[in-house]
Every structure is written in structure tokens, then in C-alpha cells.
């Protein structure tokens, strides 16, 4: 089977890992082109990962080009909707970082596009690819801890780092792995109920600016069950990703602080050194789910984190928005706000 051509759009933090995995961790794959507004960006990436890598700085010129095959999406949350549907008209095979889209609006225009065009689409619910939270679904498809009753997902990022951030990242960009998650994790439950508490506690005197920097999300779904969602921006001991499902007959855990295995006993105490970085925590999941995006699209086979799945999260993220304006709890209907 020949390599799938990729073109990768944005060559920022998320960009340069993506790159790097299909340039030398996914065999199936050729990194073909790079796009990305700022031109010493892309050349530097393309430096360090390849030769004969293509440049585009006009990142619907590359779209274009007709020796790619699929494209990879990493360029600010808010280009993504167009940039999808730009990929789709011309026949591409997508994979998007989270979230699709900011808008509900957004994203069903995304999905008639990618269903017209009949292209393959993945978003970037790494979560989903990570070997706890696979094995804890499949547990939960099997039966084995009953019926979820209470679900748990956190996200506490390990630092804050420039506080002017667009507004209502924490819950279009942070916290949509953790609706994502409980999702995920309460199979073919929807929700029905979102309250959202919020508040810049790490930055307060950013909250002016727009900033949410610490949240909790209550869901309620429609099977009955009770999902926790919460997110902050400065844990000081790295980076942090749980979750947990308490069902009738049982309970599951996933997710682990620890760097590696080590644990060290000294006259001080026990302890063991903790990841400090998303693509330390979890490098396995962030690989795993681009090798099989591309063995999806090279076989046909199904699409794992689809477009569908991301309009699910992304309307109990606007929800969440709805909420903290309002102070108060928002209904969900038949996939609406009400
Ligand atoms: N899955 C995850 O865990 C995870 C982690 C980090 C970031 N992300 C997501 O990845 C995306 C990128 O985040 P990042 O941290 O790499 O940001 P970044 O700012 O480091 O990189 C963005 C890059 O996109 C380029 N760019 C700007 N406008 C563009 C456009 N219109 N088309 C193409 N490129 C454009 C910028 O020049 C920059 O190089 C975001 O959606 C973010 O939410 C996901």
C-alpha cells in the first residue's frame, strides 16, 4: 500500500507533534507539505522533520494541492470549522485538533459538507486512544460495572502561561476533552442538563479581560446518570488528566500523574516524579490516534472521535457558556439548547 500524502495546517505546539509522528512515528504516512501563515515557522518544522517538504503559506493554497491526500488541522481553534470545510471541498480526508468547531451552528455546517463530500473526518479526543480510558469504555459496553451512575473527568493544566487567551477557552478548548470523555464513557446516554460554576482563580486580575481559569461542569444525561466535569489552569505538580465511573455494580479508574513506574523511598518520604506537558502525559494516546486515522482512511475503515462526536461535546460546551452567563442551569433537547 503506498504511504497516505498528509498536509499539515499549522505548525504550532500541537502542529510540530503532529508532524513529527508522521514524519517518523507512522511508517503508513509522508509528511508531504506544511502550511502555516508565518513561513520561518513552517520552514523551521520542516527543517528538523524532512527534506523535499513542501511550504504553503496560504493555507487553502495547500488544500489544493492535488498529491495530498489527507490534511491534518492544527492551526487556532476558531480557523477550524473553515479550514474543515475548505479540506472537505477538495476531496481531502481530515483529521482536525479539537474542537471542529466554536459554534453549534459551525459544526452542523461542517458535517453537511464533510457528509456531501463523503470524506473521512477524525477530531482530536486523544482520551479516547489513551489504553485506560479505551479499556474503561470497553469495560463499560461489557456490562461489567452496571449502570454508570456518577462519571468524573478533570483536566488541571500545568500552567497558565500568557493570560490573554480568547474567551471561553476553558470550555471550547480545555474542558471539550472532558465532555468528550464523559461521553465516551456513558455510551449512547445524551445530555439533557448543564450547570456550570467558574472563575479566574489563578489569574483574578484577568477575569476583567474575559479569563475563566478554574470551572466545574454538572451534567445530568438522559439515562439518569450524573457527570462532574472540572478544569483548572495552574497545578503546580504537573499535568493532570483522570477520570472515574461509579456504576451499579462497580467502579473505574483512569489516569495517573506519574511520569514512569519509579517510585522512591528516602529518609524524606515516598514519592515519584510527575509528567509536566500534555505530549509527555500522553504521547502514547496523541500517536495512536493519528496511526489510526491514517490506517482508517487507507482501509476505509471506521472513524473513531468522528465529527459527530465533536458536535456532541461542543453543545455541552456552549451550554456551559450559556450557564455561567446566566448563572444558571441550561436544558438540552433532541441535541438544542433549550
Ligand atoms: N488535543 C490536545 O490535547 C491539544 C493540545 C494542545 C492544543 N490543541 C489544539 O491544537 C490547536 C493548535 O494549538 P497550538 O497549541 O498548537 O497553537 P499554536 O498557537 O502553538 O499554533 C498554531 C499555529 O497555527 C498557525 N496559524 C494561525 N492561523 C492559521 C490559519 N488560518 N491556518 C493555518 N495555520 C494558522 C500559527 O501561525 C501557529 O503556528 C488548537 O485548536 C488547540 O486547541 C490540542
New binding site residues.
Partial sequence: MSQLNVGL????????FHGESIAKRIPEANLYAI????PD??QKLADKLGTNIKIYTE?LEMMKDPAIDAVI?????R??A??VIAAAENGKAVFC???MAVTVEEADRVLQVVQEKKVPLQV???RRFSKGFKSAHEEIVAGKIGTPQLLRSLTRDPGLGNPNIPEWTIFL?TLI?DFDTLLYLNPNARPVEVFVMADALVRPDFKDKGLLDTAVVTIRFDNGAIGIAEANFQAVYGYDVRGEVFGSEGMLQMGSIRESSMTRYTKEGVSYNTSRY??DL?FDA?VAELKSFVEAVQTNKPIYATGEDARSALLIARACIESYKLNQPVKIENGVLV
Fill in positions: 495546517l499549522g505548525a504550532g505546539r500541537m502542529g510540530a502550511a502555516d501563515p508565518f515557522t513552517a493555507p488541522i492544527a492551526s487556532p481553534a480557523t477550524h473553515n479550514n485538533e479539537k474542537p482530536g479526543f486523544n478548548e476533552h500534555d505530549q500522553l496523541y
